[in-house]
């Protein structure tokens, strides 16, 4: 009997190491499914401490049928409010319009997202001047506003292009940009249009200058003027008329000295309130080169040249002297040939002073009882 008591408390120890063994693991799960803290998890899944809760309402759910259902879980719609710009159109044409002309247009655009639309920005380029909309100017959903704009027009005719952009907050569209075409055409005609004059002839050998109106709309002429008031005529801003005959007088003495230049005539027309007229004088000697270039100099190493004065009115005429203003060129010869003169020069480099890579010099060519002609040269080293 005392044997058997014996084995059975030895039993009854084991099983309650067991017991405790047992205990220990289910309390060492515990601590590793609930740890502290309630970051996400790298699963992008349920929390730890959510999982834990989960647990803890699985083992009640075990004892409540009605807990261990559990609750459907709540879906929470993030809704960003947007704008959006809506352009009625794009591009405006403003068809055929006068040379040197200004119109002007516009261009309407609405909000229709859900959010503040806001402009940033509102860039024009040469020529177009945009007002009615301002930089960080913002508009409420449903609302809108119009961009009106000034369009000067170019003197020459053909196609143009310009572009505004408006730069915005919608995230479809950064930058809209908005389209302004035309076709300049000329609504005044005026012959010539390039006069070409000559010192020896009778008032330049200018002759008249001719103004019809293409559109049959009649206009008057506002002003005469030339570069250096070398050319002159007279005008009656009174008259009104489809067609002019100008008469211009050339002043010789000043054509001279201003072998080109332009006739600017100031008319009423409306699409066409100016007229440019260029003009060229056939000098009295052309130097073949008009200027001399030279590369990969050395100091005191000469470089040969040639230069021809031609007269070009086939004139007699003798070469009083030469200079140069540096003294860096040197004519070691000239020759005579028919009404034109060869000039065979030397152009010697000074040295080097410091990083200097680049000289210059002017030879002036004195013309017996006439002007005298300048040519540049230019070097580097």
Known sequence: MAESREVKEMVA??????????????TGALVLVLPSGCQPSASGGKTPATQASGNTAALAGASNPATSQGAKPVEVEVTML???????EALYDFGDVGPETTQTAKFAFKNTGKGTLRISQVKTCCGVKARGVKNGQEYAPGKGGVLEFDCVFGSYPGPMRRTIHLYTNDPDQNVVALAIKAKIVRRVDYKPQRLRLFLRQENGGCGEIA????????????????????????????VKATE????????????????????????????CKNVRILYDVVPEF???????????????????????????????????????????VKVVDQKKVGNRYQLKVEVTPPAREGERAVLSDVLEVKIKDGETLSIAFRGFY
């Open 82 to 88: 947007l704008p959006k710009i809506f352009v009625e």
């Open 286 to 328: 052309t130097v073949n080169p008009p200027q001399v270039m030279l590369f990969n100099l050395k100091a005191e190493q000469s470089v040969p040249r040639e230069i021809w004065i031609i007269s070009n009115y086939q004139d007699e005429f003798e070469i009083e002297s030469t200079d140069s203003q540096k003294g860096m």
């Open 211 to 238: 103004l019809t109106s293409l559109d049959g709309q009649p206009f008057s002429i506002a002003g005469f003027r030339s570069t250096a008031n070398a050319l002159t005529a007279e005008i009656d801003p009174a």
């Open 244 to 271: 002019f005959v100008l008469k211009p007088k050339a002043n010789m003495d000043t054509l001279k000295r201003n072998h080109r230049g332009q006739i600017s005539i100031q008319l009423t027309h409306p699409e």
């Open 13 to 26: 120890h084991r099983e309650r190491g067991y017991f405790l063994f047992g205990l220990f693991l289910l």
